[in-house]
């Protein structure tokens, strides 16, 4: 079954889920991103088929209408999408597009009576793609420039009824996990989209995507931080009564670490997803590296948490009965989709470094003036030399942590600094060819991620030590071994953004890749040799 009980669904309206954040004037439960988070959080920790289902429908189906929606169409489709009486999708990903959305193939040309605009096209894996009545679409639209009067495709925003005729879908998708969810192909054969229905501007549709993405991305965190929670459960409930050797597992050193670990993983992952959303409650709007970040980090901390219960419960994990198999393969998804981590790892090292080069460019323009700015250069010198020497140069994390945390602050703000510096070496050798370097980036983002989790434990174990919480010294146990470790895979990151044996040694692995595949497989002869 590719969808989820029509009992469920029918508890699920009743309960308000299918408008959480929809203003109540428009019959949803108006929550804030932060009671969002805790409610998708619980979800998260019982189904997260159910959980893509809810989040398919408004953390991205509908959401556009809420960021970008006019009055008209907020009152039009808002009601009936809060209760559920009717379900919404969002459709950007073509067969030629997958991470590319400017890559997409589906048009929509103005009527020439201008009234509609007429869509054809196709997107496939489309989540509620087979039951959602409402549909976000993003399509290619002819727009003339008014300067050079060259016309030019760009994306544009669409709401789109199915009752608008010519909307029909696949199938429902065979797929590893999330079987609860209904993924289809959607098919558009001469849609009639009346023009009041573009969301935003026309031609606008790119950014309208990448909002509605970067806005939604934040749940995925909370999400996940429910699903490690339960799976934790599981196992300290495991290796809690298991006895070998005369011992119960979890007096062992090596089931320790790994319950260790699993903890703190799902503390930073918690700690991100908190923070992101308190930061978008108190009205921050520049929060997408944030949220990227936490996609990236909770999805892969979820699946490190699940794969090691299953270690942790031995053959009885493995075991459909246990129900963690279901919960592996429902979380393979959260590293590919809303923005595969491997392009949302570029996306938040290339962001970084486009703040930094905006900086180094007025440093540029004072040196064409060296006489008129000696003080601006003395000043960059002294911080270069003071950097150089191993001392801060900027501000420090100490004053806004407690007092028990003052290492860990410090150590934080030194990876900042490092960070910086490295940023600034790596912008200075490749300018803007920087984009290429995949391999240079990926270790940027790495260390940025890395980073974030220590400002983000840093900020949560504080306020439980100023709070004499009684869970105060366990965050804190948990902070510092998550800092020490972090800094440490910050730096070796950090390296491997230049040398030239790292250099060689990325050219040798790209070498060995281009050779794979000019092979169409591996390239060495069998053992056996045949």
Known sequence: ?????????????????????????????????????????????????????????????????????????????????????????????????????????????????????????????????????????????????????????????????????????GKPEKKMGIKASNTAELYFDNVKIPIENVLGEVGKGFKVSMNILNNGRFGMAAALSGT????????????????????????????????????????????????????????????????????????????????ETIQILGGMGFMKEAGIERVLRDL?????????????????????????????KDLQKVLKNPKANWNVLLGEGYKRAKRMAGFTTGPTLVPHVHSELTAEALLA?????????????VLMKHGKNIINEQFVLNRIAEAAIEIYGMVAVLSRASRALNENSPTGQHEQLMCNVFCEEAAGRIMGNLRGTSGSRNEARYAKLAQISRQVVDQGGLVQRHPLGF
């Open 228 to 307: 490690m929670r339960n799976l934790i459960r599981k196992a300290v409930e495991h290796a809690h009564q298991r006895v070998q050797f005369g011992k119960t597992i979890d007096t062992y050193g090596t089931i320790q670490e790994k319950l260790a670990r699993m903890a703190m993983k799902h503390y930073v992952t918690e700690s991100m997803a908190y923070m992101i959303s308190a930061n978008m409650d108190s009205g921050a709007t520049d929060f997408q590296i944030e949220a990227a970040i936490s996609k990236i980090h909770g999805s892969e901390a979820a699946w490190y948490v699940c794969d």
């Open 332 to 360: 393979r998804i959260f590293r590919i989709f809303e923005g595969t981590n491997d392009i949302l790892r570029l996306f938040v090292a290339l962001t970084g470094i486009q703040f930094a080069g905006e900086q180094l």
């Open 413 to 425: 703000t030194r990876m900042v600094e490092a960070f910086g510096a490295t940023i600034e070496r």
């Open 1 to 169: 079954m590719e969808k989820i009980d029509d009992k469920t669904l029918q508890g699920l309206r009743d309960m308000g889920a299918f408008g959480l954040q929809v203003p109540t004037e428009f019959g949803g439960l108006g929550l804030t991103n932060t009671q969002y988070a805790r409610l998708v959080e619980i979800v998260g920790a019982h189904d997260l088929g159910i959980g893509i289902a809810l989040g398919a429908h408004q953390s991205i189906g509908f959401k556009g209408i809420l960021l970008y929606g006019d009055k008209k169409q907020k009152e039009k489709y808002l009601p009936s999408l809060a209760s559920g009486e009717k379900m919404a999708a969002f459709c950007l990903t073509e067969p030629s597009s997958g991470s590319d959305a400017n890559s997409i193939r589906s048009r929509a040309v103005l009527s020439p009576d201008g009234k509609h605009f007429i869509l054809n096209g196709s997107k496939i894996w489309i989540s509620n793609g087979g039951t959602a009545d409402v549909l976000t679409v993003f399509a290619q639209t002819p727009i003339k420039d008014p300067k050079t009067g060259e016309t030019k495709d760009q994306v544009t925003a669409f709401v789109v009824e199915r009752g608008f005729g010519g909307v029909t879908n």
